[in-house]
């Protein structure tokens, strides 16, 4: 199975799960967000459970579940810990990280930059400008955001939910 193949399955998460050798080889990074605790209070798993969560949340859609596998990988890479962990950066380093990645796996740059950019901007708040100005690539970034959050810890997601509740009626006008 390629990428493409796996990130398409319908059981998307156990393929990668029945994967993960093959994909370690091709994305080396991965290893190193398999067990990362995230230590937040709005995060209950560690970085590579919160991503597969998100990616069995997302449609099936290529370019979706590629920006949520690569959403966070430079969490281990960009963190400070505190009281609690915080990830200042950490989508601008997972944006960097993909796009070192995604050239190494081949795709053409006008891709690649589109991908790294929807990954740099997915913890980004989405206006009615945005919405505007680049629909198609807003509503993407959304249903990534969607998937992304309902991913965090379930006592959190109040707040993100009345978030996303609002955008998504923005985006069906």
């Not at 597969?52 to 959403?71: P, Q, T, V």
């Amino acid at each position: 199975m390629n990428l493409q193949e796996i990130l398409l399955s319908e059981n998307v998460v156990d393929i990668i799960n029945d994967n993960i050798y093959y994909l370690q080889q091709i994305i080396p990074e991965i290893k190193y967000c398999i067990g990362f605790d995230q230590n937040h209070p709005h995060h209950h798993l560690d970085v590579w459970e919160h991503t597969l969560l998100a990616l069995s949340m997302s449609e099936k859609d290529f370019d979706i579940r590629l920006c949520l596998l690569l959403h966070d990988i430079g969490k281990p890479f960009s963190y400070q810990d505190e009281e609690v962990r915080h990830f200042k950066n950490h989508a601008k380093v997972s944006a960097e990280m993909s796009k070192e990645i995604l050239q190494r796996l081949g795709y053409d740059e006008k891709y690649v930059s589109y991908i790294c950019s929807l990954i740099e901007k997915h913890d980004t708040m989405i206006d009615d400008n945005n919405i505007k100005n680049n629909y198609e690539f807003y509503l993407k970034l959304f249903k990534i955001q969607k998937c992304d959050a309902l991913a965090h810890h379930p006592d959190k997601l109040e707040k993100r939910k009345e978030y996303l509740d609002q955008l998504q009626k923005k985006l069906i006008k």
